[in-house]
């Protein structure tokens, strides 16, 4: 078991954090939560595939979710280069692979059941809506429930006003650097925050571009 006190603040660095193999020749895994010691643990995890490197055909039960950081990811049904947002839901099925290499971050079995949508998209190509303060732009890619994903991106020294997480916040830096009072969150930082928790996040010079959950960790 990893990170599963859902009451408690997380933030691990990636490059701080475990990494081990997989039972696939070639993927590397780096763990950020894991329910259990097993193939099939809920988990949150960053994903390396080697060039040439492949998964066999598997079903996801429960879901995946995840957004490729680097290079291009493929499975049967495409490729899929960096910056592309995808949901599996629950059952489906494929076999992954990378030609040239790629880096993902993955959540798996974490859906609800019932939540059965299938979605693909590149963010590269889709527009940006006008965040709740100057310097700040927001990408919704899913909502479900209580339940909400999008990117945010912060341009440099802007700053957000004190808020509260009801249901909790996750979030993985992408690119630049995301500061709150409680300390400096560099590229692959990921965060979770608990139900009710509250900060006043902030960007320096560099910006941050982040991927944001809410409402999802009520416990």
Same mark, same amino acid.
Request: charged share 25%; with cysteine.
């Given at each position: 078991?990893?990170n599963q006190?859902?009451?408690?603040?997380v933030?691990?660095?990636s490059?701080?954090?475990?990494t081990?193999?997989?039972?696939?020749?070639?993927?590397?895994?780096?763990?950020?939560?894991?329910s259990?010691?097993?193939?099939?643990?809920?988990?949150?995890?960053?994903?390396?595939f080697?060039?040439?490197?492949?998964?066999?055909?598997?079903?996801h039960d429960?879901?995946?979710?995840?957004?490729v950081?680097?290079?291009t990811?493929?499975?049967?049904?495409?490729?899929?280069?960096?910056?592309?947002?995808?949901?599996?839901?629950h059952?489906?099925?494929?076999?992954p692979f990378?030609?040239?290499?790629?880096?993902?971050?993955?959540?798996?079995?974490?859906f609800n059941?019932?939540?059965?949508?299938?979605?693909?998209?590149?963010?590269?190509?889709?527009?940006?809506?006008?965040?709740l303060?100057?310097?700040?732009?927001?990408?919704?890619?899913?909502?479900?429930?209580?339940?909400?994903t999008?990117?945010?991106k912060?341009?440099?020294?802007?700053?957000?006003t @004190?808020?509260?997480h009801?249901? &909790?916040?996750? $979030? !993985? *830096?992408?690119? %630049?650097?995301?500061?709150?009072?409680?300390?400096s969150?560099?590229?692959?930082?990921?965060?979770?925050?608990?139900?009710?928790?509250q900060h006043? @996040?902030?960007?320096?010079?560099? &910006?941050?571009? $982040? !991927? *944001?959950?809410? %409402?999802?960790?009520?416990?």
């Amino acid at each position: 078991m990893l990170n599963q006190n859902f009451n408690e603040k997380v933030v691990m660095h990636s490059s701080c954090s475990d990494t081990i193999s997989s039972p696939c020749s070639g993927v590397k895994r780096t763990l950020l939560e894991r329910s259990e010691d097993s193939e099939y643990a809920i988990s949150t995890t960053l994903v390396e595939f080697e060039a040439g490197s492949f998964f066999d055909e598997h079903i996801h039960d429960s879901g995946e979710e995840l957004f490729v950081l680097e290079g291009t990811f493929s499975d049967e049904s495409g490729d899929y280069a960096a910056g592309t947002y995808i949901r599996n839901p629950h059952n489906t099925k494929h076999k992954p692979f990378s030609k040239e290499g790629c880096k993902l971050f993955v959540k798996l079995r974490q859906f609800n059941k019932m939540d059965n949508k299938k979605i693909i998209i590149n963010t590269t190509d889709e527009a940006w809506l006008p965040g709740l303060v100057d310097g700040l732009s927001v990408m919704p890619l899913h909502n479900f429930e209580h339940e909400n994903t999008a990117l945010v991106k912060w341009k440099p020294n802007t700053r957000f006003t @004190p808020h509260q997480h009801f249901g &909790g916040e996750e $979030i !993985f *830096v992408i690119q %630049g650097t995301f500061y709150d009072e409680y300390g400096s969150y560099p590229k692959y930082t990921w965060l979770r925050s608990p139900h009710l928790s509250q900060h006043t @996040p902030y960007t320096l010079d560099d &910006g941050a571009l $982040i !991927f *944001v959950k809410t %409402g999802h960790l009520l416990r």
